[in-house]
């Protein structure tokens, strides 16, 4: 049963330290989240698959990590400084800011009913920041609020230092952040987040036939990860509601707690983008800064068979590593009644997914002979490179299952008094909670079996 309130989730992952409000001791800072020991994990291993499925696993593929600052003309080329924008209302009354596109009635003031609101104006998402000890216009950048940007801005290094040509894409994961209105929905709406992107080039005319094609492998990589077909709805998004950038749009939207919601967005981009950086861009009013130039050097053009150049197409597929984590959260989520009427929690995520493969426990702390033998088993399971193992002292197995099945470990080891004898141990399975006893040298190919057929 997947988590149905997202309390239930919140209050999980806080006491087990997957997700924490940033900047908790000073009150808390909206929209801003830090990811605990078992968040990062999570949120690694999420990554991780997404890399593997998009670049490792393809043979048309290249991946970047581009900066996450970027100077002025970037966002005014790329039209982000126009039109990446809310509308925003605000009440007379009580001051408080809302999205008039996201009100139920948005002449009513949602936080204390007055009517008295103001008109509505754009507002823009982007952060500004001053680059250098000079502040101004002059020296005036953005926190990326797309990490597509840079992608585009590198068409010509990558494309020059891989002999690439269409179709093939450009992959990158990384932070970025929006000014948001209003944040809410937990990790669903912030101001700083991950995005997994990737720009996919192709020639003209063969630009709806890869935009099907990406929708197809992105839900198989959904469902790779637990979350399933029948609980994602495809939003062909209306033409009115595209972005700037775009002639087409499937929305993903899985069914969080509060209802469909984007999850990914997969856009056939044109040649907006590469068009417009390569610009002869002295027709164009740019703000002049000393941190670049106002005109791009390049023509971010590729060649066909024949030698002509062209401005590809672009097909982008681009998920939110958070909207993703809570996802798999909630589809991981788990209250099953057990047979003397206690109540297990239990997260089960793919086992490629879990933020600890495997918990190593002595049945008793104070005994060194057992600890000892612990801590070599983990030892030996760590260096299978399957992700983190730990070693569990606390001594009481029962709360340590319990423990366990909350941040959602496949195996739990137990060492007890005849291991030692034997060079046995009990090994329990999360899900159906079975156990076996099996030999200290079969367990590498038994965890193996677990963590890496599911990837
Ligand atoms: N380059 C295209 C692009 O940025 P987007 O639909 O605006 O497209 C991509 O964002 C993805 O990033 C979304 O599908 C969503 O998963 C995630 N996302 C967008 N805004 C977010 C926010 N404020 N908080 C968390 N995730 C967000």
């Given at each position: 049963m997947p988590a149905t309130e997202m309390q239930q989730l919140v209050s999980l992952c806080q006491r087990r330290g997957f997700i924490f409000q940033s900047a908790e001791i000073y009150g808390g800072m909206k929209g801003f989240y830090d990811f605990g020991p078992m968040g990062v994990e999570l949120k690694n291993n999420i990554k991780q698959s997404w890399w593997k499925a998009m670049v490792y696993q393809r043979d048309d593929m290249e991946g970047i990590d581009g900066c996450t600052i970027a100077p002025a003309v970037v966002f005014q080329q790329s039209g982000h400084t126009e039109t990446f924008t809310d509308p925003l209302t605000e009440c007379r009354d009580c001051k408080s800011r809302m999205r008039t596109d996201k009100m139920k009635d948005p002449t009513v003031c949602e936080n204390c009913g007055s009517k008295n609101l103001m008109e509505p104006r754009?507002?823009?998402?982007?952060?500004?920041?001053?680059?250098?000890?000079?502040?101004?216009?002059?020296?005036?950048?953005?926190?990326?609020?797309?990490?597509?940007?840079?992608?585009?801005?590198?068409?010509?290094?990558?494309?020059?230092?891989?002999?690439?040509?269409?179709?093939?894409?450009?992959?990158?994961?990384?932070?970025?952040?929006?000014?948001?209105?209003?944040?809410?929905?937990?990790?669903?709406?912030?101001?700083?987040?991950?995005?997994?992107?990737?720009?996919?080039?192709?020639?003209?005319?063969?630009?709806?036939?890869?935009?099907?094609?990406?929708?197809?492998?992105?839900?198989?990589?959904?469902?790779?990860?637990?979350?399933?077909?029948?609980?994602?709805?495809?939003?062909?998004?209306?033409?009115?509601?595209?972005?700037?950038?775009?002639?087409r749009t499937f929305d993903l939207e899985y069914l969080y707690p509060h209802g469909y919601d984007e999850i990914e967005g997969i856009a056939n981009r044109t040649d907006y983008d590469l068009g417009s950086h390569s610009k002869n861009q002295d027709e164009l009013n740019?703000?002049?800064?000393?941190?670049?130039?106002?005109?791009?050097?390049?023509?971010?053009?590729?060649?066909?068979?024949?030698?002509?150049?062209?401005?590809?197409?672009?097909?982008?597929?681009a998920a939110g590593v958070e909207r993703a984590m809570l996802a798999v959260l909630c589809e991981a989520y788990t209250e099953e009644v057990l047979e003397n009427g206690d109540t297990r929690t239990v997260l089960k995520f793919k086992p490629h997914l879990a933020p600890i493969k495997a918990a190593v426990l002595p049945l008793a702390r104070n005994k060194p002979e057992l600890v000892a033998l612990a801590q070599s088993v983990k030892n030996t399971l760590q260096k299978l490179g399957l992700g983190r193992i730990v070693l569990d002292t606390s001594g009481n197995v029962g709360k340590a299952y319990r423990k366990?099945?909350?941040?959602?470990?496949?195996?739990?080891?137990?060492?007890?008094?005849?291991?030692?004898?034997?060079?046995?141990?009990?090994?329990?399975?999360?899900?159906?909670?079975?156990?076996?006893?099996?030999?200290?040298?079969?367990?590498?190919?038994?965890?193996?079996?677990?963590?890496e057929d599911a990837a």
């Open positions: 754009n507002f823009n998402l982007l952060f500004p920041v001053q680059v250098g000890a000079v502040e101004g216009a002059q020296s005036l950048a953005y926190l990326r609020g797309e990490t597509a940007q840079h992608i585009f801005i590198n068409f010509k290094n990558v494309t020059d230092s891989t002999n690439r040509r269409p179709p093939f894409g450009i992959a990158q994961m990384g932070k970025m952040y929006r000014n948001e209105i209003i944040a809410r929905n937990f990790i669903f709406r912030v101001r700083e987040f991950e995005a997994m992107e990737m720009e996919f080039f192709v020639p003209p005319g063969t630009d709806e036939k890869w935009h099907e094609y990406w929708l197809e492998e992105r839900l198989k990589w959904w469902e790779s990860i637990g979350v399933p077909r029948n609980k994602i709805n495809i939003n062909d998004k209306p033409k009115e509601e595209l972005a700037h950038y775009s002639k740019l703000t002049a800064t000393p941190i670049t130039n106002t005109r791009s050097n390049a023509k971010l053009t590729a060649q066909n068979a024949e030698g002509q150049h062209y401005v590809p197409f672009v097909i982008e597929p366990h099945d909350e941040v959602g470990t496949p195996l739990c080891i137990t060492v007890d008094f005849e291991s030692l004898e034997d060079g046995q141990v009990t090994v329990r399975d999360r899900d159906s909670m079975a156990q076996i006893r099996l030999p200290i040298a079969a367990l590498a190919q038994h965890l193996r079996g677990i963590v």
